[in-house]
Structure formats: structure tokens, C-alpha cells
Nanobody
Framework: QVQLVESGGGLVQAGGSLRVACAASGRTFSPYVVGWFRQAPGKEREFVAAISWTGGFTYYADSLKGRFTISRDNAKNTVYLQMNSLKPEDTAVYYC??????????????????WGQGTQVTVSS
């Protein structure tokens, strides 16, 4: 069992930056692919980014490439999502998730075994 806790969300102005973190406890984090998803009010949860267990492979939603960067520190059992040039449409609850068995890239909600509770990111115009 892996427990995931997101942190770092908040309110930021458009054009600003924010880094959210996903800390794991329980079983070791390192064998898992970790992904970030987001869900805006009234919308379905959507894939944002994923990172392989070594950190050597990353994958992004096409619309977010160049603005968002996913990284991980397995020694700290933490995965980060750096978000730059934020837009009001980036406003959402951001969730991290961990996938055990998988075929890369891991982009579907149903591929993930463990989920955090989410952290709210609000971008004001």
C-alpha cells in the first residue's frame, strides 16, 4: 500500500509559477510510475504528466508541453510538478497517482493504483 499526499497548491496570478509536490509513505515509491492529473469544476479528470520510476522517462499532455515539468526524488519519496506561465484554465484540483504494473506511457486513470487527495491550484486572471 502506498499513501500519497499532495502539497504546494494555492492561488497564483496568471503568468506565475507554482510547484506542487507528491510525497509517498508506506511502501517504497521507487518502483512506481507516478502521474499527475487534474480536474477542473464540471470537467473530467485529465492526464497532465507522468514519470518513470527511474525518472529517465517523462510524458506530458500535448497541451502542457513546455510549461509543465515533472521530476522525482526517490530518496525523498517525492515527485514534483513545476508549473510555469500559468493560465486561468489551469485552475483545477491536481492529483498525483502511482502505477505498479504498466505499459509506458501511463496516461489512463484506470492504469493507476494509488491516488492522493488532491491539492487546489487556482490561477487568477
Amino acid at each position: 500500500q502506498v499513501q500519497l499526499v499532495e502539497s504546494g497548491g494555492g492561488l497564483v496570478q496568471a503568468g506565475g509559477s507554482l510547484r506542487v509536490a507528491c510525497a509517498a509513505s508506506g511502501r517504497t515509491f521507487s518502483p512506481y510510475v507516478v502521474g499527475w492529473f487534474r480536474q477542473a469544476p464540471g470537467k473530467e479528470r485529465e492526464f497532465v504528466a507522468a514519470i518513470s520510476w527511474t525518472g529517465g522517462f517523462t510524458y506530458y499532455a500535448d497541451s502542457l508541453k513546455g510549461r509543465f515539468t515533472i521530476s522525482r526524488d526517490n530518496a525523498k519519496n517525492t515527485v514534483y510538478l513545476q508549473m510555469n506561465s500559468l493560465k486561468p484554465e489551469d485552475t483545477a484540483v491536481y492529483y498525483c497517482a502511482a502505477a505498479g504494473t504498466h505499459t509506458w506511457p501511463v496516461v489512463h486513470i484506470t492504469d493507476y493504483d494509488y491516488w492522493g487527495q488532491g491539492t487546489q491550484v487556482t490561477v487568477s486572471s
